[in-house]
């Protein structure tokens, strides 16, 4: 029996209370370190270079300054911002329309070849990123497979170019993004109760009603998280745009990479990095928000 410093015997709640502290800070402990060493600091460096000059050969000038800010203001660069959420939004929506039956599938059709066909998914990602994307600049290249294919089919021209093209950019980013929209929807259509499509379907409620009545509603958890793991990251690719889109579109993330490493603006760079991450800070919020909202209404319909 543990006694507390009064000397009175101290109850079991409270000894299992007082080594759980513990165990709280031992487990959570690594985690804030990596956090705050790896996530806050680099960013309040990175919003501290920001407000500041730019110094010899690009260097951190020592002057205070909000210039960097307001020359984002520029038409060049709200188009550029602009063309960012464009593109992740059609990416976004493509993966969604994508990963949403393949989850479905999984979840519901496959059975015992789940897990199988969940590691296929995955297998492809243990492969370099560089690899990858230079497969498909073979694929979709002049005399490449997808090429040839193509014109043999008649699909396309002879004179039709797949790759740089914005079309590519998307495929591009399917391929390295669909399991993020894939996995979230899988957890969440799960779980789901069998029983509530059988009652749906017992009450008169076809496949395209069960899906817009029972299974979308029920799922939208997985939906936002989705939305959140491919629009997000979409907002900083560089690679996949200069590859496959021969950098005609100029994004944030070149803009960034290009300040830091051709311009040598190490302090704009800087600002145009924190409005990405106030970019995707807002959006999740906003998705996060709406989607709690929507799921708030439909408990209070059901009860």
């Known amino acids: 029996m543990e006694i507390t410093e009064?000397?009175?015997?101290?109850?079991?709640?409270?000894?299992?209370a007082r080594r759980f502290d513990w165990t709280t800070l031992l487990l959570v402990g690594p985690c804030?370190?990596?956090?705050?060493?790896?996530?806050?600091?680099p960013f309040f460096y990175i919003l501290r270079t920001s407000v500041t000059n730019v110094g010899p050969y690009g260097s951190i000038g020592s002057d205070w300054t909000l210039d960097n800010y307001r020359a984002l203001a520029d038409p060049v660069y709200i188009r550029i911002i602009l063309n960012s959420l464009w593109l992740a939004a059609q990416n976004t929506i493509i993966c969604l329309l994508v990963g949403?039956?393949?989850?479905y599938?999984?979840?519901?059709r496959a059975g015992r070849m789940a897990g199988p066909l969940i590691l296929l998914l995955v297998i492809p990602f243990w492969a370099s990123f560089l690899v990858r994307m230079s497969a498909w600049m073979t694929l979709l290249s002049p005399g490449g497979i997808a090429d040839s294919t193509l014109q043999a089919t008649r699909l396309v021209g002879e004179d039709a170019q797949l790759i740089p093209s914005h079309g590519a950019v998307l495929i591009g980013l399917l391929y390295v993004f669909l399991p993020s929209a894939v996995f979230p929807i899988y957890a969440a259509l799960s779980g789901m109760q069998r029983s509530l499509l059988d009652a749906a379907g017992d009450l008169g409620c076809g496949p395209i009603r069960t899906h817009t009545h029972v299974i979308i509603p029920l799922?939208?958890?997985?939906?936002?998280?989705?939305?959140?793991?491919?629009?997000?990251p979409s907002l900083g690719v560089f690679v996949i745009p200069v590859l496959l889109g021969g950098g005609k579109d100029l994004i944030i993330g070149n803009l960034i990479v290009t300040l830091f490493l051709e311009f040598r603006n190490m302090p704009f760079g800087a600002a145009v990095s924190v409005v990405l991450v106030v970019l995707v800070a807002l959006i999740a919020l906003l998705t996060l928000a709406g989607f709690t909202r929507r799921g708030r209404r439909q408990k209070q319909v059901t009860e």
């Open 105 to 108: 599938f999984l979840a519901f």
């Open 219 to 232: 799922g939208t958890k997985g939906l936002a998280a989705a939305v959140l793991f491919v629009f997000a």
């Open 100 to 103: 949403y039956p393949v989850a």
């Open 6 to 16: 009064t000397g009175s015997p101290m109850s079991g709640r409270e000894a299992s």
């Open 32 to 41: 804030v370190i990596l956090i705050v060493g790896f996530v806050i600091v």
